[in-house]
């Protein structure tokens, strides 16, 4: 018998409102995210500041891919979604915290992007979860 995963890949205390949408999937080894934004888990509300805003962010997507089988290290491309370039430090910031090897990074694209209310970054990861060895 084999166990069958869900595909829809969830982070406890942040969701998308009223929209019927999960965070991520998973199909076969790769994980696809929704916008991954920088909500407090605690409150599912955004913070003020783009600095808190990208902590968050970061941490969901550590969240998302460990609830999906993954890691960092599984993330082949990241795209970030920043409301103005002012925002760029803050999401370099927690970038390097998550990938500090410069020979060990994923892909990333930081597009300027009109995003909802408050929301002043997004993050849209691929991930290929690597099989484990025993």
Known sequence: MTIRRPRSIEVPGVN??????PMGAR?????????????????NKLPPHAAEQARFAFANLR????????KLED?????????????????????????PDP?????????VQELRGEMLLQLDVIAVVQEKKE
């Open 16 to 21: 998308h409102g009223s929209v019927p949408i």
């Open 63 to 70: 969240t998302l891919l460990e609830n999906g089988g993954a």
């Open 103 to 111: 020979l060990d990074r994923p892909a990333r694209h930081t597009l």
């Open 27 to 43: 199909v076969g080894n790769m994980i696809f995210s929704s916008g991954i934004a920088g909500k407090d888990p605690s409150t």
């Open 75 to 99: 993330v082949g491309r990241v795209t970030v979604f920043v409301k103005d370039e002012s925002v760029r430090d803050a999401v370099n910031v927690e970038w390097l915290k998550c990938f």
